[in-house]
Each structure stands twice: as structure tokens, then as C-alpha cells.
């Protein structure tokens, strides 16, 4: 499988200049191929923002190296193919919506590159019906709850036919309908379309629907695997601050009184499932 992207050995700071100062990267070494869903863990400060700004060029090594799609992102030659491959997808929708009618803000960057007119109206249309907004694309922004900002920011990035999109805590601040709506969005753009998405989050949920899981801890990478093997080691991530699902965390505790419950459960029906072989 062909990888979309490549960090080798990155390190990163943000005081360069202070020999004291602490990397927020430290010889970070993580390959992402193509069409994956992949979550970014760690608590506040681990660095799992940081090393998502290094995936479109936002923020570059200063040791190592970071490929995409075969192109360096220390090469300013190619800085607009890189962020033509990769999309990035904030935490306020607020900061990235621009214009008072949705359609036109899906449109304002393909204006800005060039696009011509008929394209534009294609590809906002498809952008627009791909996360479930084409009947909002003559409404005002404003009107719009934080789900649906958020799903308008994603079209925007979409319209401009990324092969990945990274999304830096987009759920952080939207409630749980409005949660769950992006992530229906973002599995439909990974498995209909093959959009490589790599979700940086701090909510174990969301982790456990994606084909893999990363978890980072003081700039480094500390577990790489597929949801039910990281968080099966619950005291390993309860000791770096982070969480489990809470059917994980129910297991677990089962596990600890004695009883035989699997020790990889991560979704709801999984749990009902070990509960009613407990109760015969």
C-alpha cells in the first residue's frame, strides 16, 4: 500500500534558539497509507497537534523529514501540491467559514485558485452532498449549529479534491449529536470516496472507529495499532493521562473482580454481548 505520508526521525521546537527548551518533537518516525482512518492521541501537550501542522507543511522539521505523496515538505516548490494533497481541518469552524452563504464559502478557495466557474459549481455541489449539506448551501453560516459548521469547514477542504484530510480536534467543541455527525461524515469520505483521514482527538470514542490508532506522549510515539490493541492496555494509557472507551473501561474493571470478559471490547454491541454471556 502506497504512503500518502512519511515522517522520518522529525524533531520540532517551538524555542529553537533556547538549549533548555524542550522538543514538543522528538525523533518521530510514522507512516500513514493511503485510504487509512487513523486517530492521533495524547493528552494536552503531547505534541499530537504539533505533528499534525508538520502533515501539510504548516509547521516543518527541524531534524528529519516529512514526505508527502513523494514530495518533501521542505521544498517551497511544491508547498501548494502538498496542501492540494493534504487538507487541514481546524478545531472552530468559526475561525475557517468566510463568506455568509454556505455555497459561497465551500466556493471562496477554488476561486482563489483559479478554478473555472463550471468546475466550481461541480465541485461545491459534490463537496456540499458528500457530508450532507447540499440543502444548507443557500443558507447563512451563522444560522447553522456547530455540527453543521464544522460539515460546511470539511466541504470547503473536500472541494479542493484533497487525497487527505487532517483534522486537528474538530469535535472539541460541538456537542454529542453534533459529534456524531462529523464522524458519520468522515467515515462516508474514507469509505466512499478513499480519502485518507487522519483524526487528531482527545475522545476515545471517536479513536475506536478508526482503523488505527497512535498514541503520542512528550513528543514521542509511545503505542501504534489497531483500536482493540492499544486500548486493551488500559494502565499503560491511564499512566500517560489518557482514557479508554467506556465499555473498555467497564470490561476492565470486570476483569479485575475475577470474572471472564474479553480484555479488547470497544463497542457498545460487543459489551452487550460479554454482559449477557455473564448472565447465562
Known sequence: MNEIIQATHVY???????????????????????GQFL??????????????????????????????????????????????????????????IVATIVEEDVAFALE???????????RVDDALRAVGMYEYREHAPHQLSGGQKQ???????????????VLDEPTAMLDPRGRAEVMKTLRALNRDYGITVALI?????EAAQCDRVVVVDSGRVLMDGTPREVFRQVDRLKSVGLDVPQVTELMHQLRQAGLPVRDDVITEEECVRELEKLLG
Open 151 to 165: 460539515r460546511v469547514a470539511i466541504a470547503g477542504v473536500i472541494a479542493m479534491r484533497p487525497r487527505c484530510i
Open 201 to 205: 482527538t482527545h475522545y476515545m470514542d
Open 12 to 34: 520540532f521546537s517551538y524555542d529553537e534558539e533556547d538549549a533548555l527548551s524542550l522538543p514538543v518533537l522528538e525523533d518521530v518516525s510514522l507512516s500513514v497509507p493511503e
Open 39 to 96: 486517530a492521533v492521541l495524547g493528552h494536552n501537550g503531547s505534541g499530537k497537534s504539533t505533528l499534525a501542522k508538520h502533515f501539510n507543511a504548516i509547521l516543518l522539521p527541524q531534524q528529519g523529514r516529512v514526505v508527502v505523496a513523494g514530495m518533501d515538505t521542505a521544498d517551497d516548490d511544491r508547498l501548494y501540491d502538498i496542501r492540494q494533497t493534504v487538507g487541514m481541518v481546524f478545531q472552530n469552524p468559526d475561525n475557517q
Open 112 to 122: 482563489n485558485m483559479g478554478v473555472p466557474p463550471d468546475e466550481i459549481r461541480r
